[in-house]
């Protein structure tokens, strides 16, 4: 039973946008926790892109997407977005959601790639 479900990934062209989706289908607790969003490249340790706290009130973000990604949540939907604008291709990998929200709470991940 999946706990978190991410869409929105594919391919698009260096300085174009995507807007991935995190939906949490099995819980009323989701507005209680901070999510995060991770990425990982092949080859490489899955690593923190950004993180909301419960409320939406703080985030917090990977100096490497500062200025190009936003992260938000909509509670009312038991959502979290990541708006990514102006892709690089170094930003090409596997996006997953994460929450702790008593257990640890991990997306199977969405494919995203930056390429011409």
């Known amino acids: 039973q999946e706990q978190l479900v991410e869409s929105g990934g594919g391919l698009v062209q260096p300085g174009g946008s995507l807007r991935l989706s995190c939906v949490a289908p099995?819980?009323?607790?989701?507005?209680?926790?901070?999510v995060a969003w991770y990425r990982q490249a092949p080859g490489r340790q899955r690593e923190l892109v950004a993180e909301?706290?419960?409320?939406?009130?703080?985030?917090n973000y990977a100096d490497s997407v500062k200025g190009r990604f936003t992260i938000s949540r909509d509670d009312a939907k038991d959502t979290a977005y990541l708006q990514m604008n102006n892709l690089k291709p170094e930003d090409t990998a596997v996006y997953y959601c994460?929450?702790?929200?008593?257990?640890?709470?991990w997306g199977r991940g969405t494919q995203v790639t930056v390429s011409y």
């Open positions: 099995r819980t009323n607790m989701f507005r209680f926790y901070a």
């Open positions: 994460y929450q702790q929200r008593g257990a640890n709470y």
């Open positions: 909301i706290t419960p409320g939406g009130g703080r985030t």
